[in-house]
């Protein structure tokens, strides 16, 4: 049984319909997701995700998971980083922080970025890119990269549920985040 | 301040401003505005040009005190009716109102008036704020104007003309974005630059040639009236198809090639977000972001999988497709929706994007020569009642 706002949109839709319809080739296509290209290719991420986080994986929330990574410093003192997430369902409104440490634990520059929330694919695969400049002088030695997600509606850090080739940071109050790794700058 | 910023000649009695109102059928609510224009700190006289009113408007605005003119409802023109109106009054400066905006506030013309103390500026635009009883559509539509237009005032002017036109479309909007929902305007100015008689966006027009010939246009986002409409999903079609046909041109933008050459095209596409919009509301749907990636993934694109497998957005796209996602997004918001609220916003925005879209191809196809017959009608039905 349709709900009242129910027919009132359907009222709302066919009220369009009738308008595009005076172009002779106009007709409204069916576009249904099949249930089972969705169960497929949800399996087929999850195997992706299976494989790829077989030796290293960061899950946030238990919904949002960090499968891979590059830190690469490019020729132009720039350093790119570029990441795979596997998001259970699509992300909403959540951000990464990326902070580049030094061996004191002080934050030296960093690479935060949003996370493209409408670039999830049916997969489930989310990239996310972030190219920052390497600020000139200001610093050389050991770098540590600290990474962790959170909401900037709520301001609030979304939990490690889950840690495979990786670390959680807790040395220097950042609990709900992870060592990637340490670099020679 | 009428001292400091009045043009003297035209200063007549202590009356710095008059109020020009085109009315049909205003409604009962008509008295709220002219009690707002009432209470205001600055004194000023209320034209009414009215097109057929039979429900007590010319009544109500009589007890107001308002000078009348009446017209034949099918001789009304946005342009040319309030440019009939303007032509009564007397007073160096003018203010457009809309019959259904209420002014907030006793200083919102005092606001409004503050900056023709630069005699460079020759109109000044108010800020909108929703109606309470606004719906989610409706609201969006405002604040997305603020957030465009910005919350502080504003100077908008361009002296190198070369400059405008290296502009892109948005910056060339805000650039000379004026409003007569409710705005003022320097009477000086008005009788060498009236309103062109154009049936849609005769203000943006207007705020053009003021841009053009050198002047200033302000936003005054502190002089603000509160007007919003709760529209039908065709309207906001029609709404959005005539904006899209006539703003560019006004603007002076070139046609935008949005990659859709030929009526199948644009019917397929069409045709499937309309689909895609008829699942939304049919089915209870209410994680509409997960939708949006499986709605068009078929088999087809399961098997080519595995040779583009972390390609993002595999599912096919437009920009209509894109818009449409868009203001489900921005009128939600982030929080997960429910199936009544995503089907209150679903009609809109799929008018709205398809609305732009058709314009879009209409304006590409007319500088080609190659509109149809077909999208000849459409145009016909979409352009006309808005």
Redesign the interface.
């Given at each position: 049984m349709p709900s009242p706002e129910q027919i009132e949109a359907g009222r709302e839709l066919d009220g369009i319909f009738e308008l595009l319809q005076v172009h002779p080739g106009f007709e409204v296509a069916a576009v249904r997701p099949s249930p089972f290209v969705m169960r497929a290719t949800t399996a087929l991420g999850l195997t992706v995700k299976w494989v790829l986080s077989w030796s290293f994986c960061a899950e946030f929330n238990r919904s949002l998971t960090l499968i891979s990574f590059r830190v690469r410093l490019e020729a132009s003192s720039m350093i790119a980083l570029n990441l795979l997430w596997h998001a259970e369902s699509v992300p909403v409104n959540c951000s990464v922080f990326v902070h580049f440490i030094d061996e004191t634990g002080a934050i030296r520059f960093q690479a935060d970025h949003p996370l493209p929330s409408g670039q999830v694919g049916p997969l489930r695969l989310l990239p996310s890119q972030a190219r920052v400049p390497m600020p000139q002088g200001l610093f050389t030695g050991l770098c540590t990269v600290r990474l962790g997600v959170w909401s900037p509606a709520t301001n609030a850090h979304f939990p490690v549920t889950r840690l495979r080739g990786c670390t959680r940071d807790s040395s220097h109050g950042y609990p709900d985040a992870v060592i990637l790794g340490s670099y020679y700058l | 301040m009428a001292s400091a910023c009045a043009d003297g000649a035209n200063v007549v009695s202590d009356v710095l401003a008059s109020i020009v109102i085109p009315t049909k059928n205003a409604g009962p609510e008509f008295r709220q505005t002219l009690d707002a224009i009432r209470r205001q700190t600055l004194k000023s006289e209320i034209f009414i040009v009215d097109s057929g009113s039979t429900d007590g408007t010319l009544q109500l605005a009589t007890d107001f005190g308002a000078h009348i003119t009446t017209i034949a409802p099918e001789t009304f023109n946005h342009g040319a009716t309030r440019n009939l109106g303007v032509g009564q009054t007397r007073t160096p400066f003018c203010i457009m109102l809309v019959q259904d905006a209420v002014p907030v506030g006793d200083e919102w013309l005092e606001t409004l008036l503050s900056p023709f103390c630069d005699n460079r500026v020759v109109g000044v635009t108010a800020q909108q704020v929703p109606r309470a009883d606004s719906n989610a559509v409706a609201r969006w539509q405002v604040e997305y104007r603020i957030r465009f237009l910005g919350d502080r005032p504003r100077v908008q002017e361009d002296s190198d003309w070369g400059h405008f036109l290296d502009l892109g479309f948005q910056e060339r909007l805000r650039l000379a974005s004026f409003d007569n929902v409710c705005s003022g305007i320097r009477r000086s100015f008005w009788e060498t630059h009236p309103f062109r008689p154009v049936s849609f966006a005769e203000d943006l027009d207007w705020g053009m040639h003021a841009i053009k010939a050198g002047f200033r246009l302000v936003y005054s986002p502190d002089a603000q009236v509160i007007h919003s409409h709760n529209r039908?999903?065709?309207y906001h079609?029609?709404r959005s198809y005539v904006s899209g046909r006539i703003v560019p041109g006004i603007l002076e933008m070139n046609p935008l090639d949005n990659g859709v050459h030929t009526?199948?095209e644009l019917?397929?596409s069409?045709?499937?977000l309309?689909?895609?919009?008829?699942?939304l509301?049919?089915?209870q749907v209410t994680?509409w972001?997960?939708?949006?990636?499986?709605?068009?993934?078929?088999?087809r694109?399961?098997l080519r999988?595995p040779i583009r497998?972390?390609?993002?957005?595999?599912?096919p796209s437009t920009p209509m497709r894109g818009n449409f996602?868009f203001i489900l997004d921005q009128v939600l918001g982030?929080?997960e929706a429910t199936?009544?609220s995503l089907?209150?916003v679903?009609?809109?925005a799929?008018?709205e994007a398809?609305g732009a879209f058709i314009a879009e191809y209409y304006n590409w196809c007319e500088a080609n020569g190659t509109v149809s017959d077909?999208?000849r009608?459409?145009d016909?039905?979409?352009s006309k009642g808005v």
């Open positions: - | 039908p999903a065709a079609l029609k009526d199948a019917l397929r069409l045709g499937e309309c689909g895609e919009a008829r699942t509301v049919d089915d994680d972001r997960s939708f949006r990636e499986y709605a068009r993934f078929g088999i694109d399961l999988t497998l972390l390609q993002p957005n595999s599912a996602y982030p929080n199936a009544a089907r209150s679903v009609p809109a799929l008018a398809a077909g999208l009608r459409l016909q039905v979409l």
